[in-house]
């Protein structure tokens, strides 16, 4: 299994329909319809990614080194993964749920096909 760095995050991210790549809190970061999907942590080795909260509690129960969160979105709905650890099937998947979740319906309707 080959670990996913961001280069190859940036390629999953904008093969999604509409995703737009830009800065957030001086990172690189992606969104569609204007919603944050995902963003580089300024520790520049993790990846913050847009989760739902039952989903996020058993992916860092089965594999804390991989998946975290720090005290600051312990209330939100956020994950961060690090990059170097993991797959890129794995990111690839969590991206295009986050992706399913904020794109604009019609959006999310063409690719559904």
Do not use: N
Not at 7 to 16: D, G, Q, S, V
Not at 73 to 80: G, Q, V
């Amino acid at each position: 299994m080959a670990p996913t760095d961001f280069e190859k995050f940036r390629r999953i991210a904008l093969a999604l329909p509409g995703v737009e790549e830009g800065v957030s809190y001086g990172t690189p970061a992606f969104r569609v319809g204007g919603k944050l999907l995902a963003r580089l942590h300024q520790d520049g080795e993790s990846l913050i990614i847009k989760i739902d909260f039952g989903e996020r509690e058993l992916l860092m129960r089965a594999d804390p080194a991989t998946f975290y969160i720090t005290e600051h979105y312990r209330h939100y709905p956020w994950m961060l993964v690090r990059l170097a650890k993991v797959h890129p099937d794995e990111i690839r998947r969590l991206f295009t749920q986050a992706w399913f979740s904020a794109a604009p319906k019609a959006l999310a309707k063409a690719l559904d096909r």
